[in-house]
């Protein structure tokens, strides 16, 4: 009789102390909860009073685009795409599609809008070219347990920072001043800016190796490069190969918008047909683009699978 | 020491054939890469005319550039045709409406003299002759007859022209003299009237001075007080403008955080629809699935210039923009960890009897809250960056104010003042994210610890 008396009491202790954590941890979930919906609404009304136009003047009007956008002849985004004569063409740039062209030889051409797309792609790709050959070296003089000397590794770490946090929008307008307005200057902005994301990525990468073949290499007397080059490159080859791959996903985008600035590429002439209200146009660049960026996307994870496995892959996203 | 045999080599390389004898494909693939990668490269280079491009590059703009960023000039113009000489400035110079420097100094003998950098650069001239004098060298200029005539040698500094001679005086400015005109353009380390401009009341006067006006002198503009009309003019300060600079920079941060707040909070619920082990429809998973790639391969470039046509240029369509492509990035991050979680827990809720929502509640929630809210987190972070490129497509914010800044080539302290900004906004909020995630991994750390020593 005691005994099961002594049971329940301990057991109603037990069930107090749980009661009152919880309602302390609830506490602060609703408060923080509540923090975020105040600070939702504040926001909300500062970016509508912020903008030209308000949200609920705007809202009925939210679908007007479609009245451009959709094509009376849905085969004119086709020709659009791949630079074919269009009979809607009365001599405005709206349906003027052969005008583009590139003509590689005689009556060869590549379509305009293939080769801005190749021309983003480009710039993505040799930027993270960049930021790639740049950033291994910097990564393993940033490791902590790869270089001992702490002021080589703080000035490192901090230009890499530097080049992570500075915006790009403003390296691709200093280079646009001596390069000329272009896609080498978003190459440029581009790169540098990988150069820093993706060394921050390796330096973590690299301090998180197993340390037992560098240590075997040091026994045997390996200098600082064979052993940075036998013992932890191929620990970290995969991983490096996996961000740099997420890398040119983002850089893809990232080109595209630069191009909407001047630095070349699909942007650009994505900006003026909406801004013109090309319906067909429009269509035909986000249809391209798309789908560009969908294959890039659909590739990358593919090879990110087959490198690195599922699990390194969802630390990534 | 002992040496291997031939024997002995012969049975290693039977033992492990897989490293001994790999297939071609494996062995040479790493060259294969790199030939690849050079022979792009190659074609890059071809593809962007990238000598052409940097033959006519001017890199010798870049130091001016950079100087520019932390230093502004003043640039007096003397007439030397008119009667009397006497210096000009420019309208909207940084000395103000009267302008009386002391490094514009009018000699007893009527020469003008002007230090470009104290006594050690200096011009002095008058109608018919000027004085080069820099780097310890003297340079005499006659400006009888026509054009300006250097007479002796020119050194290297000094560039002669048809009908102007330009000396370049390094860092601290240049000179150019015509028949008729003295133009010198003289530099100054720092950023001019970056707390009050010219038109301010409080321009020109020092800290000390400002200071005891604001707590105890005679309101300057009857009606308001000291203080206020301080702060009004350094707010609404013409040349840095930072009343517009913060304004713009708080939409910038406003649009990163109502981005990706509703992104999360659209693809929350989502996400428990497109995770294969939670829902039972294998179509709505992969109709969900495929249009949160649609969000995200729609570039975030795309929706800005459509809501940007949509609501007009403002902070609202680059909220929406970046909402619009959250719901994307995070619906997946968000669907694949709820694919990674561990049944055991929801099996053991399932048990109970509980119903639907409540087994995700209470079997799924606690495991997957803290992933979410990390990698919320993360895309917040990232997005305050992103938030800086999208605004320059006129979707509001910092973006447009710095590409317009840049566009002239003439205000780049301006823009360097608008980086430090963005870095600092970058900076902070880098931090507090990095600190949150911390004190999140922190306490999934010691729940993981806690379980385990339960067993």
Request: glycine share 8%.
């Given at each position: 009789?005691?005994?099961?008396?002594?049971?329940?009491?301990?057991?109603?202790?037990q069930a107090d102390a749980w009661r009152r954590q919880t309602s302390v941890r609830r506490f602060y979930t609703a408060l923080?909860?509540?923090?975020?919906?105040?600070?939702?609404?504040?926001?909300?009304?500062?970016?509508?009073?912020?903008?030209?136009?308000?949200?609920?003047?705007?809202?009925?009007?939210?679908?007007?685009?479609?009245?451009?956008?959709?094509?009376?002849?849905?085969?004119?985004?086709?020709?659009?795409?791949?630079?074919?004569?269009?009979?809607?063409?009365?001599?405005?740039?709206?349906?003027?599609?052969?005008?583009?062209?590139?003509?590689?030889?005689?009556?060869?051409?590549?379509?305009?809008?293939?080769?801005?797309?190749?021309?983003?792609?480009?710039?993505?790709?040799?930027?993270?070219?960049?930021?790639?050959?740049?950033?291994?070296?910097?990564?393993?003089?940033?490791?902590?347990?790869?270089?001992?000397?702490?002021?080589?590794?703080?000035?490192?770490?901090?230009?890499?920072?530097?080049?992570?946090?500075?915006?790009?929008?403003?390296?691709?307008?200093?280079?646009?001043?001596?390069?000329?307005?272009?896609?080498?200057?978003?190459?440029?902005?581009?790169?540098?800016?990988?150069?820093?994301?993706?060394?921050?990525?390796?330096?973590?990468?690299?301090?998180?190796?197993?340390?037992?073949?560098?240590?075997?290499?040091?026994?045997?007397?390996?200098?600082?490069?064979?052993?940075?080059?036998?013992?932890?490159?191929?620990?970290?080859?995969?991983?490096?190969?996996?961000?740099?791959?997420?890398?040119?996903?983002?850089?893809?985008?990232?080109?595209?918008?630069?191009?909407?600035?001047?630095?070349?590429?699909?942007?650009?002439?994505?900006?003026?047909?909406?801004?013109?209200?090309?319906?067909?146009?429009?269509?035909?660049?986000?249809?391209?683009?798309?789908?560009?960026?969908?294959?890039?996307?659909?590739?990358?994870?593919?090879?990110?699978?087959?490198?690195?496995?599922?699990?390194?892959?969802?630390?990534?996203? | 020491?002992?040496?291997?045999?031939?024997?002995?080599?012969?049975?290693?390389?039977?033992?492990?054939?897989?490293?001994?004898?790999?297939?071609?494909?494996?062995?040479?693939?790493?060259?294969?890469?790199?030939?690849?990668?050079?022979?792009?490269?190659?074609?890059?280079?071809?593809?962007?005319?990238?000598?052409?491009?940097?033959?006519?590059?001017?890199?010798?703009?870049?130091?001016?550039?950079?100087?520019?960023?932390?230093?502004?000039?003043?640039?007096?113009?003397?007439?030397?045709?008119?009667?009397?000489?006497?210096?000009?400035?420019?309208?909207?110079?940084?000395?103000?409406?009267?302008?009386?420097?002391?490094?514009?100094?009018?000699?007893?003998?009527?020469?003008?003299?002007?230090?470009?950098?104290?006594?050690?650069?200096?011009?002095?001239?008058?109608?018919?002759?000027?004085?080069?004098?820099?780097?310890?060298?003297?340079?005499?200029?006659?400006?009888?007859?026509?054009?300006?005539?250097?007479?002796?040698?020119?050194?290297?500094?000094?560039?002669?022209?048809?009908?102007?001679?330009?000396?370049?005086?390094?860092?601290?400015?240049?000179?150019?003299?015509?028949?008729?005109?003295?133009?010198?353009?003289?530099?100054?380390?720092?950023?001019?009237?970056?707390?009050?401009?010219?038109?301010?009341?409080?321009?020109?006067?020092?800290?000390?001075?400002?200071?005891?006006?604001?707590?105890?002198?005679?309101?300057?503009?009857?009606?308001?007080?000291?203080?206020?009309?301080?702060?009004?003019?350094?707010?609404?300060?013409?040349?840095?403008?930072?009343?517009?600079?913060?304004?713009?920079?708080?939409?910038?941060?406003?649009?990163?955080?109502?981005?990706?707040?509703?992104?999360?909070?659209?693809?929350?619920?989502?996400?428990?629809?497109?995770?294969?082990?939670?829902?039972?429809?294998?179509?709505?998973?992969?109709?969900?699935?495929?249009?949160?790639?649609?969000?995200?391969?729609?570039?975030?470039?795309?929706?800005?210039?459509?809501?940007?046509?949509?609501?007009?240029?403002?902070?609202?369509?680059?909220?929406?923009?970046?909402?619009?492509?959250?719901?994307?990035?995070?619906?997946?991050?968000?669907?694949?960890?709820?694919?990674?979680?561990?049944?055991?827990?929801?099996?053991?809720?399932?048990?109970?009897?509980?119903?639907?929502?409540?087994?995700?509640r209470y079997?799924?929630l606690p495991?997957?809250?803290?992933?979410?809210?990390?990698?919320?987190?993360?895309?917040?972070?990232?997005?305050?960056?992103?938030?800086?490129?999208?605004?320059?497509?006129?979707?509001?914010?910092?973006?447009?104010?710095?590409?317009?800044?840049?566009?002239?080539?003439?205000?780049?302290?301006?823009?360097?003042?608008?980086?430090?900004?963005?870095?600092?906004?970058?900076?902070?909020?880098?931090?507090?994210?990095?600190?949150?995630?911390?004190?999140?991994?922190?306490?999934?750390?010691?729940?993981?610890?806690?379980?385990?020593?339960?067993?």
């Amino acid at each position: 009789m005691t005994s099961a008396t002594l049971h329940s009491d301990a057991t109603r202790q037990q069930a107090d102390a749980w009661r009152r954590q919880t309602s302390v941890r609830r506490f602060y979930t609703a408060l923080g909860v509540g923090l975020l919906l105040v600070a939702m609404c504040a926001t909300m009304w500062f970016a509508d009073e912020a903008n030209a136009g308000h949200f609920f003047d705007r809202l009925p009007h939210i679908l007007d685009f479609l009245s451009w956008l959709i094509p009376k002849d849905w085969n004119d985004v086709w020709r659009a795409l791949f630079d074919i004569a269009s009979p809607s063409d009365k001599g405005t740039q709206e349906f003027n599609f052969p005008l583009g062209r590139v003509y590689v030889w005689g009556g060869f051409y590549i379509p305009e809008y293939f080769e801005l797309m190749l021309t983003t792609v480009n710039v993505a790709l040799v930027s993270t070219f960049i930021g790639f050959v740049f950033a291994v070296p910097f990564s393993f003089i940033a490791a902590r347990n790869l270089t001992p000397s702490p002021i080589l590794r703080l000035i490192v770490k901090r230009f890499m920072e530097l080049l992570r946090a500075f915006p790009e929008i403003v390296i691709a307008g200093l280079f646009a001043a001596i390069v000329s307005i272009g896609p080498v200057a978003a190459i440029i902005a581009i790169g540098l800016h990988s150069i820093g994301a993706l060394g921050k990525l390796f330096y973590e990468i690299n301090e998180n190796i197993d340390m037992r073949p560098e240590e075997g290499l040091r026994a045997v007397g390996a200098n600082w490069f064979e052993r940075v080059r036998f013992a932890d490159l191929p620990q970290v080859l995969p991983n490096f190969m996996s961000y740099t791959l997420l890398r040119i996903e983002i850089n893809v985008r990232i080109s595209t918008i630069m191009g909407a600035v001047g630095g070349g590429g699909i942007g650009e002439e994505l900006k003026l047909a909406i801004s013109r209200g090309f319906g067909a146009k429009t269509l035909a660049l986000v249809l391209l683009l798309f789908i560009t960026i969908f294959l890039v996307d659909q590739f990358s994870a593919w090879l990110r699978r087959k490198l690195v496995g599922e699990q390194a892959f969802l630390m990534s996203a | 020491m002992s040496t291997i045999t031939a024997d002995e080599i012969s049975a290693i390389e039977k033992r492990h054939p897989h490293i001994f004898q790999r297939p071609a494909y494996k062995r040479f693939w790493p060259l294969l890469l790199v030939a690849g990668t050079v022979l792009y490269l190659g074609y890059a280079l071809w593809f962007f005319s990238l000598p052409q491009v940097l033959r006519e590059s001017h890199w010798e703009r870049l130091p001016l550039f950079l100087s520019q960023w932390i230093s502004y000039d003043l640039q007096p113009e003397f007439r030397l045709d008119q009667p009397e000489i006497t210096p000009k400035y420019p309208r909207f110079s940084a000395l103000g409406e009267n302008p009386n420097p002391d490094w514009v100094i009018k000699n007893p003998d009527g020469t003008y003299t002007v230090q470009i950098d104290g006594d050690a650069k200096f011009v002095t001239f008058d109608k018919t002759k000027a004085t080069l004098t820099a780097n310890g060298v003297t340079v005499p200029i006659r400006l009888t007859g026509g054009k300006p005539v250097v007479t002796g040698p020119a050194p290297d500094w000094v560039t002669v022209h048809d009908d102007e001679i330009v000396a370049k005086m390094g860092f601290a400015g240049e000179v150019r003299v015509t028949v008729d005109r003295v133009k010198v353009r003289k530099r100054f380390l720092g950023w001019a009237n970056f707390v009050f401009d010219t038109r301010s009341p409080f321009f020109g006067k020092p800290a000390g001075e400002v200071m005891s006006l604001i707590v105890s002198g005679p309101e300057l503009q009857p009606g308001t007080s000291n203080l206020a009309l301080a702060a009004d003019n350094i707010w609404n300060n013409a040349q840095w403008q930072h009343g517009d600079v913060w304004t713009k920079l708080l939409q910038t941060i406003v649009m990163a955080f109502l981005g990706t707040l509703l992104g999360g909070i659209v693809a929350f619920p989502l996400a428990f629809f497109a995770a294969r082990n939670i829902t039972p429809s294998g179509l709505l998973s992969q109709v969900l699935k495929r249009f949160f790639d649609f969000m995200r391969s729609v570039d975030m470039l795309i929706w800005a210039l459509f809501f940007t046509r949509a609501f007009g240029p403002g902070p609202l369509a680059g909220s929406a923009a970046i909402f619009f492509t959250e719901i994307g990035t995070l619906g997946k991050t968000y669907s694949e960890a709820l694919e990674n979680i561990d049944d055991k827990a929801r099996e053991g809720v399932l048990s109970t009897g509980a119903n639907g929502i409540l087994v995700q509640r209470y079997g799924v929630l606690p495991e997957v809250v803290p992933i979410f809210i990390s990698q919320t987190l993360y895309q917040w972070e990232s997005n305050t960056r992103g938030a800086t490129i999208i605004g320059a497509v006129g979707a509001g914010g910092i973006g447009l104010k710095l590409w317009e800044a840049m566009r002239t080539n003439s205000n780049w302290a301006n823009v360097f003042y608008m980086v430090l900004l963005t870095l600092l906004v970058v900076f902070v909020f880098d931090n507090i994210s990095n600190f949150l995630r911390r004190r999140l991994s922190r306490t999934l750390h010691d729940y993981n610890r806690l379980q385990a020593e339960r067993g």
